[in-house]
């Protein structure tokens, strides 16, 4: 099936599409309607905004395209010897470096996800989409357009739609994923390499016998708690080196409302406060690891991460769930704790031809070892943990 048979509407809302539509297309695992209304909800207009795509078939609704506009810090995925010449550039032609750019996916979602009912065929689909979004990308003085962090299960079609659209590849951060085998904690160690289980489990004697803490886990928190553990969170944001997006308060009330959020929170047990929490959203078959917050100003002998990560791992086994997806970085800790990296990738497109050539040029230089020093490290003393669809080399 052609393009010509499917069309594209473009609405402002969430609220404007069936909820029968949402279900079928953004079924769990993934997050669906309920993430984006709070996204829509929660003030992040000076940040972005909002829309999606309805991909209509013969008139029929089949599927649904989140997407958002932001001004876009190049500098985020440059590589380091780029960096000197973005800045200088951004003194003389700031829009070069800080583009006006449209998304397809999701601030701060751990994959890109374009969702269509079983039976549509999806390369004419993404056609019609691709040929509709660049149309808004003229309407709305957009520069580029990037399909934002898709896993490999996309990668046929995608890799398809960019030979059709002159779009270029290029590496992005990787999602991060723990399966769980067995659904024991025995059988998630026994999975370690040995060195690590090893190491792991020292860190854990280690803050047992550093401080003494007890787990809660908070459904609906509000009030003093929830500013509690929204200053952790701000704490790790402040500390945090890859910055995409600015989370607020309200985010995190409207979330907690949501039947799938669990907070994970550590109490010093000599004093009850709250030292960290993880924000889980529980999605049957797989936990997914959204936020942390961490007080920093306590010991460093605490481990605090490792304990939360031993706490989240006793939860996600005891709701039954196979596998934690932690997504993107943070790597150093969450490669300590047994986390696969798990590939994603950018298609994108930049209006002025001459900046296009650029780009993809640019892009062929961008790896796991470019984005990240933990990856660059990881990756210089295990080179073979690197595929093929983290590399520029098939930009």
């Known amino acids: 099936m ?11 809302s969430e609220a404007q599409i069936a909820p029968a539509l949402w279900d079928a297309c953004f079924a769990p695992p993934i997050e669906g309607r309920w993430w984006y209304r709070a996204l829509e909800q929660c003030g992040l207009d000076g940040q ?14 089949v599927g649904v395209a989140p997407a958002f506009v932001m001004d876009f810090p190049v500098a985020l995925v440059a590589p380091p010897g780029l960096l000197p010449v973005i800045e200088l550039l951004g003194r003389v032609f700031p829009s070069l470096v800080r583009p006006r ?4 996916g999701s601030p701060c979602a751990d994959e890109g996800t374009v969702g269509m009912l079983a039976d549509v065929d999806r390369r004419g689909a993404l056609l019609a989409l691709q040929q509709a979004l660049e149309a808004r990308v003229r309407e709305l003085g957009a520069a580029l357009l990037v399909w934002k962090d898709f896993p490999q299960s996309c990668a046929s079609e995608l890799e398809w739609l960019a030979e059709q659209r002159r779009l270029f590849r290029v590496v992005s951060f990787p999602g991060t994923i723990v399966e769980l085998p067995g659904r024991s904690r025995e059988a998630y160690l026994s999975a370690l390499k040995s060195k690590r289980r090893y190491m792991l489990k020292q860190k854990f004697r280690r803050s047992r016998a ?16 929830l500013d509690a553990l929204f200053g952790l969170f701000w704490q790790t944001y402040q500390k945090a080196t890859t910055r995409f997006e600015t989370l607020n308060r309200r985010f995190f009330e409207i979330l907690a409302t949501r039947p799938e959020s669990h907070f994970i929170v550590l109490r010093e047990q000599s004093s009850g406060d709250a030292i960290a929490f993880m924000l889980c959203f529980d999605m049957g078959s797989r936990i997914i690891n ?10 460093r002998q605490w481990l605090l991460y490792f304990r939360l990560w031993d706490a989240a791992v006793d939860w996600t086994l005891s709701r039954g769930a196979g596998a934690i997806q932690s997504g993107q970085t943070g790597y150093a800790a969450k490669i300590e704790t047994g986390h696969r990296l798990v590939p994603l990738t950018n298609y994108c497109a930049h209006r002025n031809a001459l900046v296009h050539a650029i780009g993809r040029a640019c892009a062929r230089h961008i790896d ?18 690197m595929p093929a669809a983290a590399s520029g080399r098939l930009a």
């Open 48 to 61: 972005f905004s909002f829309f999606y795509g309805v991909i209509r078939r013969d008139g029929v609704a």
């Open 210 to 225: 550093s401080v003494e803490l007890r787990v809660e886990i908070i459904q609906g928190p509000e009030g003093r708690t």
């Open 2 to 12: 052609t393009a010509s048979a499917f069309s594209v509407q473009f609405v402002d």
């Open 368 to 385: 796991w070892s470019t984005l990240d020093d933990d990856l660059a490290g990881f990756i210089k003393a295990h080179p073979e943990a």
């Open 290 to 299: 959204k936020f942390i917050g961490i007080d920093y100003r306590r010991p």
């Open 101 to 104: 750019t449209v998304f397809v």
